[in-house]
């Protein structure tokens, strides 16, 4: 039976945002209701609980969500569209809020997603196009619904990506502990009454990083007081590169099946590499689709009017405006190039052994080395980075980190022009270990007339033991993609050490680093600078004409 919208707190807050926001539509469909708790059912019976959002004189247009987290908090948005004369469908993933079955995340998402689809063609009011719309694991649900060839007409894919397990669990080769881990203790919290949620996240801002710690990391979800959850085991457990396991939780591996698709990502966001691998495959396959790049962390509250707009822009044009948008850091301004990444010539830069960071063309950089011993007793920290922890992502201070003994630092002169670079900056160096088991972690950052050194991007590699101890590795590590102005006065430093934790798990040094905690193994590192094998930083660098056009914020 249809009903009149009640929306709780978080809603509200979402409707008024959204509603307010400059160059919205005005509402034409004012009078909405919503038939709630819809017994949609899986192709194994499961029931799976959807809400029918819609108006009287509605179009034929739908839009679609699938979401674990909720259809109370989705409600403010639901509203927004049906106001403009959508229908809305919001549904709860199988296991969560009220839909019956086990939530084991991912396994059933194309098959339940297929079933959605399939029951969502056969209403009455649903004759025209089906867009899907939702970012993190909104977004696998839509990736997962593609498959089959029956899925949505365009999608609308914030922060996520197609390969789950590569994009954001073992990016590197190590394993994400903190991400998974705050996920953990928010899927533990999610039906609890608003304020205990929130009152007992608060007092979990600190037991994300002491459950980091816990040996062996199995037991690290019941330490942190997310109950244990079978998933956490099960993505340690298949952990090895490749492992077969991942193969049948890889969505829309047929690109030519893919819908036109808008992909908002952002530049301190843990999906960032994993859906700019997304872009590419889909650019270069031929699909319709376009790219909106943005400053902002995982679950930042602005992506939530952006993907509100793209939508909207979606139901009369699936390919939307320009192909590619995104936001130059630094200052730089919203900007339109081609494609991504835009044209650039690579500008090399050395490391020297007094600490400096000086331009190949500066004159040959005297041979030399530098060490530092990792403990996995007492890991290098991450300070910040892209992590699903709101208490600890993005863009942090890295003084504290880069005054410890185990992080090598590598500072320029003060700029006398602006830099900009957009692209993935890359850093080969040759390293050798006591233990040939050992991460390499190396961070660019810019420092401020203040001294202040803040994160820009960074890259992480777990190497493979292919070496003896003591002998010397040549390695290549390419850093998350960015587009940022280093203006004029500031300075860039390159960090280099063997550790990121909780971003990424500690490395024991044991044979497998992911599981065996028995003993924690230090080792020595040495770097070697200057002559034939130096450290090098390579930005691509680029200009005002290839990043394109000015453009105001999407």
């Known amino acids: 039976m249809s009903r009149s919208p009640r929306l709780n707190r978080v809603a509200r807050g979402d409707h008024r945002l959204l ?32 809400d029918h959002w819609s108006a ?26 049906a106001e403009r004369g959508h229908h809305v469908i919001v549904q709860s993933c199988r296991g ?24 969502l063609r056969a209403q009455p009011w649903a004759t025209g196009p089906v867009h899907s719309w939702g970012g993190s694991y909104f977004g696998v649900t839509q990736w997962a619904m593609v498959d089959g060839g029956a899925g949505p007409d365009a999608l609308g894919i914030a922060v996520s990506a197609r390969r789950f397990d590569e994009a954001i669990l073992y990016r590197g080769g190590g394993f994400s502990i903190e991400t998974l881990l705050a996920w953990c203790i928010a899927l533990d919290l999610q ?40 998933f956490f085991r099960d993505w340690l457990a298949h952990s090895a590169p490749g492992d077969p396991w991942w193969e049948p939780l890889h969505f ?26 997304d872009y590419a495959a889909l650019r270069d396959a031929g699909t319709a689709v376009r790219l909106v790049v943005g400053d902002w962390t995982h679950g930042a509250p602005g992506t939530l009017v952006l993907g509100a707009r793209e939508a909207l822009r979606g139901f009369s044009d699936p390919r939307g405006g320009a192909a590619v948008q995104v936001e130059v850091t630094g200052g730089g301004g919203w900007r339109e190039p081609a494609s991504w990444p835009p044209p650039s010539t690579p500008e090399t830069w050395q490391a020297t052994a007094d600490g400096s960071l000086v331009r190949d063309d500066d004159g040959a950089v005297a041979p030399g080395t530098l060490s530092y011993r990792y ?54 160096l040759t390293l050798s270990s006591t233990n040939p088991r050992v991460d390499v972690f190396v961070r660019l950052c810019e420092v401020d007339e203040r001294g202040r050194s803040t994160m820009i991007t960074d890259s ?57 905690f028995s003993r924690l193994v230090p080792s020595a590192q040495t770097v070697r600078l200057g002559g034939a094998d130096p450290l090098r930083l390579v930005l691509p660098r680029t200009t005002d004409d290839a990043l394109g056009a000015f453009s105001p914020a999407p």
């Open 19 to 50: 509603s307010r926001a400059a160059g919205m539509p005005a509402p034409t469909h004012p009078d909405v209701t919503v038939v709630p708790d819809i017994a949609v059912p899986a192709a194994d019976g499961v029931t799976l609980r959807t």
């Open 56 to 81: 009287p004189g509605a179009g034929d247009a739908t839009l679609l969500v699938r979401t674990p987290y909720g259809r109370a908090d989705i409600a403010g948005m639901a509203l927004f569209f």
């Open 96 to 119: 969560t809020f009220g839909s019956g079955g086990r939530f084991d995340p991912l396994h059933d998402e194309a098959a339940d997603g297929a079933a959605t689809m399939s029951w």
């Open 191 to 230: 039906e609890r009454p608003l304020l205990s949620k929130i009152g007992r996240m608060l007092r979990a801002r600190d037991r994300v990083h002491r459950a980091s710690f816990t040996v062996p990391p199995t037991e690290a979800a019941v330490r942190a007081h997310a109950g244990d959850p079978a």
């Open 252 to 277: 829309a591996e047929e690109l030519s099946s893919i819908p036109p698709t808008v992909l908002l990502a952002g530049w301190q966001d843990l999906f960032l590499e994993g859906q700019l691998d």
């Open 375 to 428: 403990d996995p007793d007492d890991p290098t920290p991450s300070a910040g980075g892209r992590t699903l922890n709101p208490f600890t992502a993005g863009r942090r201070d890295q003084r504290r980190r880069e005054a410890r003994d185990d992080v090598l630092v590598f500072t320029g002169e003060e700029l006398a022009d602006e830099v900009l670079v957009a692209g993935s900056p890359e850093v080969e």
């Open 460 to 516: 992480y590699r777990r190497l493979t033991p292919d070496a003896v101890a003591g002998e010397e590795r040549r390695i290549r590590l390419v850093l998350a993609p960015i587009a940022h102005r280093f203006a004029p006065g500031r300075r860039l430093r390159l960090q280099v050490s063997s550790g990121a934790h909780p971003l990424h798990l500690r490395n024991p040094g044991t044979e497998d680093p992911v599981r065996d």
